[in-house]
């Protein structure tokens, strides 16, 4: 039995191919211009960044980014994560949604890289956080959110991005 083979395309210096199936590389020229069915994709820019997004179009029109998992990759992390979130912003121009960070489906999430996020959000890089009040609740008198984790016991869900 022959495997089918998954098409992956270099498309704005990034390599792009389906996450989950297989899409043909028009399906992929599709989805990346905004005019195909939301699917997720996996995305890289070696040495940079890699991760998971998905791009639709709202009811009114505006196209729509989620964002299921971000990893910075190389020596020189400091930056990159931020760079790779404007450049998402910039080559889709749409809003940008974090899909439930830390809590259930962003990968390897861990409590350095939360601060990140939660700076993102509020440098307007991120427009929306999905449960974003389970993610920061107020501590005490302090002017600062203070991140909290609502994972199950023996759960690992994080995304090792950098700041």
């Known amino acids: ?12 210096g990034v390599i ?10 028009k399906e992929l020229l599709t989805i990346l211009k905004g005019f195909g069915p939301m699917e997720t994709l996996e995305f890289e820019k070696p040495g940079c960044f890699r ?6 179009l709202s009811g009114e029109g505006v196209k729509e980014i989620t964002l299921y998992h971000l990893e910075v990759l ?14 998402l912003k910039k080559t889709f121009k749409g809003q940008l949604f974090l899909e439930d960070p830390g809590v259930i489906r962003v990968r390897n999430m861990n ?27 107020p501590q005490g008198d302090e002017a600062s959110p203070r991140v909290v984790a609502k994972a199950s016991e023996g759960e690992s869900r994080s995304s090792d991005t950098a700041k």
């Open 1 to 12: 039995m022959e495997r089918k083979k998954v098409a992956e395309i270099e498309w704005k």
């Open 16 to 25: 792009w191919r389906a996450a989950y199936g297989s899409l043909s590389v």
């Open 51 to 56: 991760g998971h997004i998905s791009l639709s």
């Open 74 to 87: 190389g020596n020189k992390r400091e930056g990159q994560g931020r760079a790779a979130l404007q450049w």
């Open 111 to 137: 409590f350095e890289s939360r601060p990140f996020w939660i700076k993102m959000r509020q440098e307007g890089l991120v427009d929306v956080m999905e449960n974003e009040s389970t993610f920061m609740e």
